[in-house]
């Protein structure tokens, strides 16, 4: 009540980013996350999160460097955690990078959230892969960016539309402040970028003169085929940012990430971040955990997500009607289903949901909303016994729709 | 080498905010704090820091709720903090709040950045304090934002002058998106603000239609005297923002701070701040240790600082030249100096520097760089015998400068 009555006054002092914000926050109600079969977030497996290791961790962190790691921070982060990210990079991404090439953030969000503050003012144009990942959709929003939708296809980013699209802006006098792909297990679709097409994409954001904005959430989570170069070491130009995250394998709820770039670049972000340090005490815990307990977590979290891949896989085969198709990645948590034009996947929500399972539905991934016959399933999250039953739940659903259409 | 050949490649595709910034962050080479005799930063005692407690609290809250604390968590903050911030916002500050006030930020740098962008365009005016928060001033700064400079006198914020800028500011046409200030044991200047200042001051903000940030970092520190009402308990008009940390009792490392604030904007802040969750492992950490452990912590931290203060001013008594004066704070970790027209406080500061002290010079801590006679000293990082010895030091550069100045 009294929120009604002030809010005109409120209203008129919000900034341009306030007022484009949806008012409903990305993540609300997690305390009830698992309450339905859920295939929405890339949540990690609940059972899977290492809390005994990070106790562990916690402890000793604490007793060698308590007063460190209870302290203010660098606001480029803990030199002990950049430091086992380098080795880490090194050794699994074939990065190599000086400390003054690394950020640590807090997450991917707040990641991509610096970038977007470094890099846009109000109405500035980008270019990212659509669909894409719902935070960066979200954040690209909230700061008023013109994002130019560039659709991802078997082999990756769609290059071809890409160039077409850079001609276009650059006849406008555009250069666009970035391009944002996730090359590895695409959130969204799953889709892992070819080499070919890494080295063009690369080529083809080099001759715009702008950046690329490489998002590598899922790095550590292929489950077929061997890694293919990350873009960043194919580049020399210092064209390419390098985006991580612990959020997949030691936990989200750490909050950490990193960016790996330019010393120019970094070193604006690192003074933009007036935060007294990116999650200090966090960051002396993982510091702590990362050099030892990193791989074999990854290989145990390999073994879990591969199954329930698969287990998904089976489902679909087993319960989707003809017409529907959906990608097989490998490696992350999402595979991205198509139905037929026609079936409206938001709409058919609130019924999946009434019979006990979610999704993401696909306009969400979307800056343009499009996408309406798709979703986005995650396998992390539910549990291997729910699977099937979730798919069915929703694979009857849209069977009962196009039976409804046909009529 | 590289960075220099493609930096204006990057430097055209830099934003305002980018562009504006001083590429030297605030906090660097803090694995290095404490080489000197230090009074230049807020930070807390070393010494005092829970890091037992932590400890335990972690176990016991990875032990209890590992699979949440590791896991994303809501954008507006883990609900066991939120619901134990309510308890102790209750029962210390006399603020009631419901879960809908409340915001968990990392710490009052989160809260001060998203305040500002959720209220401040590129080149919108603000007024504040002056001198105030070095991180306000700089993160002031980083959003373009014209900041009205209104002093701080023995009562706390210059209402007379605030008045009078803002109705010039009115004859102008603009609102200021709000007025920043520290009421209790103000930083930098140690003030703290009387009760029939606060009245005035809300009474101003709310005739002018905008919005008062209460920055109370500091609350829980008292030395001498009853704590005042918080400038939001006055108010019935969800005219004031109320911030809150924990960087200066449990630790800074923790970065964990809120916002007490109309639910209509608080859930504005909650919506703009994608980050998959603040800081959730330490935010189940926090909630565990809160509840019991804060008031013993508080009342010991209290012991160290009145202690560090009263040496601190004993020492000024003891060295300081005639005409230089100081304040002398009820509570908090600073002291603010003035010295004769004509010394310059960031000019002596190498030299203070090289014989193994430090303080924070003036200008650092106002918007338009003035107060080159000032300075700040902080009590509450160095230990108990340094002070003394450091506070000699500034002494004796200070009187060797007005000698020089005499002759």
């Given at each position: ?13 919000l ?118 990942w ?91 085929g061997?890694n ?5 070491t ?41 935060d ?13 955990w ?23 896989l ?14 097989v ?79």
């Amino acid at each position: 009540m009294i929120a009604q009555t002030s809010s005109s006054h409120l209203d008129a002092l919000l900034s341009q980013r306030a007022r484009q914000v949806s008012p409903r926050p990305l993540l609300q109600g997690m305390d009830d996350a698992g309450k339905r079969i859920s295939f929405v977030f890339g949540f990690p497996d609940p059972a899977s999160l290492p809390a005994d290791e990070v106790s562990i961790a916690t402890e000793k962190a604490l007793a060698e460097r308590g007063r460190a790691a209870l302290q203010y921070g660098d606001n480029a982060g803990y030199s002990g955690l950049i430091d086992a990210l380098r080795e880490k990079l090194a050794r699994d991404q074939g990065i190599v990078a000086e400390r003054e090439n690394i950020l640590v953030t807090a997450g991917g969000s707040q990641a991509i959230g610096l970038l977007l503050d470094a890099l846009v003012d109000w109405g500035d144009t980008i270019a990212s892969e659509m669909p894409t990942w719902l935070g960066a959709v979200q954040a690209f929003h909230n700061v008023g960016a013109n994002v130019v939708s560039i659709p991802v296809n078997e082999e990756g980013t769609d290059v071809v539309t890409l160039e077409r699209e850079l001609a276009h802006l650059r006849s406008q006098g555009i250069t666009p402040k970035f391009v944002y792909a996730i090359p590895n297990f695409q959130n969204p679709t799953g889709v892992t970028m070819s080499l070919q097409r890494r080295q063009d994409l690369l080529d083809i954001v080099r001759a715009a003169g702008t950046l690329l904005i490489e998002d590598d959430a899922y790095f550590d989570l292929r489950y077929d085929g061997e890694n293919l170069p990350a873009i960043y070491t194919l580049d020399d130009s210092q064209s390419v940012v390098y985006m991580g995250t612990l959020s997949k394998t030691m936990g989200p709820g750490m909050r950490l990430g990193w960016l790996v770039g330019p010393p120019a670049l970094i070193s604006r972000l690192t003074a933009l971040k007036v935060d007294g340090g990116t999650n200090v005490f966090g960051a002396h815990v993982a510091a702590e955990w990362l050099p030892e307990k990193l791989l074999p977590h990854v290989d145990r979290l390999r073994a879990v997500y591969r199954r329930r891949r698969d287990l998904m896989l089976a489902a679909l085969e087993r319960h989707m009607p003809p017409g529907v198709t959906w990608t097989v990645p490998d490696g992350g948590f999402f595979i991205w289903v198509t139905f037929p034009e026609g079936i409206d996947t938001a709409a058919m929500h609130p019924q999946v949901n009434e019979l006990g399972a979610e999704y993401l539905p696909g306009p969400t991934c979307f800056a343009d909303g499009s996408g309406p016959n798709q979703l986005r399933l995650s396998f992390s999250f539910a549990q291997d016994e729910e699977i099937d039953d979730g798919i069915r739940i929703i694979a009857d659903v849209a069977r009962a729709e196009l039976r409804e259409q046909a009529r």
